[in-house]
């Protein structure tokens, strides 16, 4: 179903191994843990009890026949249900389908006037718009001058605009009373789950079952993988040995992760993983208070477009890279026609499907880089649907904790970003540097 694949060219299988079994003790440790635990994520993909408390929010939502919903969040609050509803939907979804699916993360006023006009566009016609906000502190900048400013929208064209509100957050957060104040609708995130772990919460869960994404087969997915990847058996679990990879890479000075997705719809994905992987990895101190200043650089890229801007450098620039190729299937088989005269511009391509042009291209990619002697992993999604996904983004989240036990820093917390939060505050509030 989904298979991660190691080039033996850049490290042997028995190096890999090695490095593999170190993550040994921190596998136990996140196969007992619990919501008291910071690897509580890892309880998400098997938590029937909060899938039907989002089941019936959806149900009770969708009564209310939303043709717009907003999801107002930034970071971890939304960039795993874009990557979702991209990857299973389509970037293009909006064009065909309602409920339509705007996200307002970050504080530009260009692109928010678009949400604001679209918003009012609907609620002139007599149709109804959903407002999910979330946010784990319910204190994030971004996110709460957005959600003010499109709150106010829905006040002037709603007098019970409260039922069309959805707060997603902690529990006892700043958010979680003012929604109880306001009557919104809440759900809760389990509060030692992190923002880039929670696309299997509510944070996720609620939006994509609104847009019609098969909720239990994510999960199933997400569980499917849950189970290989907290085996103890590192010669076979795909993310210790995965993380390996990683580590292996870092030590021999490359300081770049570049994600390379073989289709278009994957790249929201690619954009999850970077912040995953960036917030997680990239720590000043280790475990032990020591001064460490560790990361590797997480790139996204899209093939086979990002050939023809990055595959220069990549096989020919600095050997400062680890590749991760991913590639899926397609679900349409579209074919060059016959057209005999066109075979003088590229050959062989008359009557091929594109589908195999793009896998053609994939192997040729591979081949240069074996060539070259540059590192890539490979993982092989058997088809692009809520199974596959779920599947490999729990991998991606159980590979960046071993990475970071691996490293010994920290894979849950982010006190860099912490600190332009406290900046951000202090310029709001008119003091001086």
């Known amino acids: 179903m989904i298979v991660t694949k190691f080039d033996s060219v850049f490290i042997a299988k028995k190096t890999l191994h090695s490095i593999a079994k170190r993550c040994v003790p921190e596998l136990k440790r996140l196969a007992n843990a619990t919501y008291q635990d910071v690897r509580a994520s890892v309880c998400l993909p098997l938590d029937r009890g909060i899938l039907h408390v989002v089941e019936a929010a959806i149900d009770l939502k969708k009564k209310l026949h939303p043709e717009l919903i907003v999801v107002v969040g930034i970071g971890g609050s939304n960039l ?12 293009w ?3 065909h389908h309602v409920p339509k699916v705007l996200y307002a993360d970050t504080v530009d006023p260009d692109a928010l006037q678009v949400i604001v006009e679209g918003m009012q566009r609907v609620l002139r016609q007599g149709r109804q718009v959903l407002l999910n906000v979330v946010s784990k502190s319910g204190e994030t900048t971004e996110t709460v001058a957005n959600f003010e400013v499109l709150y106010n929208v829905l006040r002037h064209h709603r007098k019970d605009a409260e039922r069309y509100v959805v707060a997603t957050t902690d529990k006892d ?3 979680w009373h003012l929604a109880l104040q306001k009557d919104f609708s809440l759900l809760e995130i389990p509060k030692l789950v992190g923002g880039r772990y929670s ?3 509510a944070v996720g869960l609620f939006p994509l079952g609104l847009l019609g994404v098969d909720l239990r087969q994510l999960l199933a997915g997400a569980a499917w993988m849950r189970e290989q990847c907290l085996s103890s058996n590192t010669k076979i679990n795909p993310a210790a040995l995965a993380a390996a990879a990683v580590y292996d890479s870092m030590q021999k000075g490359m300081n770049v992760y570049d994600l390379f997705f073989f289709s278009e719809e994957l790249e929201s994905l690619g954009k999850w993983c970077r912040q995953l992987i960036a917030e997680s990895l990239g720590k000043e101190f280790d475990l032990r208070g020591k001064r460490v200043n560790v990361g590797i650089t997480p790139t ?12 220069q450098l990549d096989l020919s620039g600095p050997r400062d890279k680890l590749t991760h190729f991913v590639v899926a299937h397609f ?6 026609p016959l057209y005999p005269e066109f075979d003088r511009l590229v050959p062989n391509l008359q009557k091929k499907e594109l589908g195999k042009i793009m896998r053609a291209i994939a192997d040729g990619v591979k081949a240069a880089y074996r060539k070259s002697k540059r590192p890539f992993l490979e993982t092989r999604l058997a088809t ?6 779920g599947a490999f ?6 590979q960046t904790i071993l990475a970071g036990s691996l490293l010994r820093v920290n894979p849950f917390d982010q006190p860099g970003v912490e600190k332009y939060k406290r900046e951000t505050r202090r310029f709001l509030a008119g003091r001086k540097a």
């Open 331 to 336: 679900d349409h088989q579209l074919k060059v």
């Open 199 to 201: 696309v299997f919460s």
């Open 173 to 175: 957060s700043a958010l």
């Open 300 to 311: 996204v890229c899209v093939g086979s477009t990002d050939l023809h801007s990055m595959g």
């Open 393 to 398: 983004m729990q991998l991606m989240m159980v």
């Open 80 to 91: 795993g249900t874009m990557a979702v509803q991209e990857a299973l939907l389509g970037r």
């Open 384 to 389: 692009k649907d809520a199974y596959c996904v």
């Open 93 to 95: 979804w909006n064009l």
